[in-house]
């Protein structure tokens, strides 16, 4: 479990009427002293559902970016880690010196763990070594984390003495629909992964897409109530809307024979419940998620982010 205070999870029950859940910045200010920034890298792992092992196209709404649109180029680790500087320090208050930023190196695109170990320690020691790196945080599959993965990870975590954070895609509890987007393993696969991360140690984030088709309001809900009893307890989560792009296999289904989607304000009620549902300790990492613009398809809502996480943040407060 994270490492958040008593004390701030007694207050956090005392405002929960009114706030409702406890976010990713709230929690990093109690845990580390300050706000602390991601840093989108990549690791240069592909994807067992791209590279034929399971298939070739990926997940169904996956980009050709494999979820790291965002991600600096692939290079040298300090060379990433300078380069997404470059445009995170553009965000953050001159009155916070350089020297005093702390980061999270975020290996986002495609499987992290999908990969030769001895070239995944080295990759991964270099982010963690850096002075500035205050956490590890890999993007993966449930099925890709075989016990020598899994251990070269902890012994990084023991010997930086950083936290490492593993992200599993999960997106939904319901088989019908992981077959239809073609997810490529079934629960079982995560409950399994997810257990023996928790074993050793991990802290344990995990993705949740909101609006996938064929999926009711209640399907979506059953999934974040699956969550929010598993035991050992969840450490995170990140509520991501369902985001329609150019060029995926979602595109096409769509274009075919289109399905509902959420409105913003469909979308907000829905966060609220979803969030209601989770225990006071889960952290929230995300409530929407960003689609690139040049690549957005549906909603065209999600695009102006500032009004969608206003329109959240209201909705929170009257809930």
């Not at 290996?107 to 991964?124: E, H, I, K, M, P």
């Amino acid at each position: 479990m994270l490492n958040i205070s008593a004390e701030y999870v007694k207050r956090f029950h005392y405002e929960r009427l009114t706030m409702h859940y406890l976010s990713f910045n709230d929690a990093m200010r109690d845990r580390f002293g300050a706000k602390v920034y991601r840093l989108s890298l990549q690791s240069g792992c592909t994807c067992p559902n791209r590279d034929g092992t399971l298939g070739t196209g990926g997940c169904t709404f996956c980009s050709e970016g494999g979820s790291g649109d965002f991600a600096a180029p692939f290079q040298p680790v300090k060379d990433q880690i300078a380069e997404a500087r470059k445009r995170v320090d553009a965000k953050i208050p001159a009155s916070i010196a350089a020297k005093d930023r702390r980061y999270i190196a975020y290996f986002q695109s495609y499987t992290n763990t999908y990969g030769d170990v001895g070239r995944l320690r080295a990759l991964y020691s270099e982010a963690l070594a850096h002075p500035q790196i205050a956490a590890l945080d890999l993007g993966t599959r449930p099925d890709c984390l075989p016990p020598e993965m899994i251990a070269m990870l902890r012994d990084l975590r023991v010997q930086y003495k950083k936290p490492v954070w593993i992200e599993l895609g999960l997106q939904t509890i319901h088989e019908e629909t992981a077959r239809r987007i073609r997810r490529g393993y079934e629960l079982i696969v995560f409950e399994d992964a997810y257990r023996r991360l928790k074993e050793a140690g991990f802290e344990v984030i995990v993705h949740v897409i909101l609006g996938l088709p064929g999926e009711t309001r209640e399907d979506m809900l059953e999934t974040v109530r699956y969550l929010s009893v598993l035991t050992p307890p969840l450490d995170g989560i990140k509520l991501q809307l369902l985001h329609i792009l150019k060029g995926t296999e979602l595109a096409r289904e769509y274009e075919a024979d289109p399905f509902p989607l959420f409105t913003l304000d469909s979308y907000c009620d829905l966060v609220v419940d979803c969030l209601k549902l989770l225990p006071p300790e889960t952290v929230v990492h995300r409530l929407t998620g960003d689609g690139p613009k040049r690549l957005l398809i549906e909603p065209q809502w999600s695009a102006g982010k500032k009004r969608v996480l206003n329109a959240l943040s209201r909705k929170i407060r009257e809930a």
